[in-house]
């Protein structure tokens, strides 16, 4: 017997079957579940992050899913605040919670805190966004590797603001990005136990390729339009959106757009492996034997 006032995080790359095994924990231990996935939030986002459908959403109460709007971003300060508040008033009923999500960063400030990196000139943001438009993502990437390896492993590399982001803290401050992570540790009024799914690399990578195949029947392209009002915004970055831009423009045909939104989901994918590694004590667990194994520990 566990503790009471347990968070069991569900960690686990894209695809993999996290929602499922969340809800049916949720059910079983009578409670509620909590997302960290940043993209669920918005309700202008259904096809491309594939949240809980209505139906699963009506058998256990979830949190942070599809309820605010992209005009009004939540980022990764407020939802630490917000959820962790959620965590504890639920664990005020409740000895158990789930946290289900692939975000790492806003997982890890629910488990951790936030992080404290040191500032950043303006000069130097302005000179890597120079380079960024004169010489495009690729140079940035190379600087990025032969600075902080680490960082190069687990960031979006096609994000330009967050490649900038984290080479700029490097060069501002003479350490790497990835050295300032994880050094804070906020007392909780909860016990964290981590649970990773994970499998074969070649059935992650059949699971990532068929629910994109789904996500384009179901009509991702006209959601991505829908959403090219905000692309300048992080919100358009996301992958399954940004790649349409290479096919509007004439660049990609919808059928290589579609290739490209499978790499690039199987690299996130990748990357999302390469950050939960990095928790120590977690228990790695194949999706099919999850249930069993992970309830028998909380009943």
Known sequence: MMNNRNLIYIAGPTAIGKTNIAIKLAKNLSTEIISCDSRQFYNEMTIGTSPPSKKQMSIVKHHFIQ????????????????????IDNILDVNKNVILVGGSGLYADSILFGLDNFPNTTNLTVNKLNDIYNNDGIDSLQKQLKKMDYESYKTIDLNNHRRVIRVLSVCIDSGHK??????????????????????????????????????????????????????????????????????????????????????????????????????????????????????LKNYK
């Open 67 to 86: 309820d605010r709007s992209i005009k009004n971003p939540l980022n990764v300060g407020a939802y630490q605040k917000e959820s962790v508040s959620k």
């Open 177 to 294: 990005y990835s050295s300032f992570l994880r050094k804070r540790k906020e007392r909780r009024r909860f016990n964290s136990h981590i649970y990773i799914l994970s499998e074969e690399r070649i059935n992650i990578y059949d699971k990532i390729n068929e629910r994109v195949d789904k996500m384009v029947e179901n009509g991702l392209e006209k959601e991505a339009k829908s959403l090219y009002k905000f692309k300048d915004s992080k919100i358009f970055e996301t992958v399954g959106y940004k790649e349409w831009i290479l096919n509007w423009n004439g660049t990609l045909s919808k059928k290589n757009t579609v290739e490209e939104i499978k790499k690039n989901t199987r690299r996130y994918a990748k990357r999302q492996i390469t950050w939960f590694k990095k928790y120590k004590k977690a228990v790695w667990l194949n999706p099919n034997e999850a249930l069993d194994k992970i």
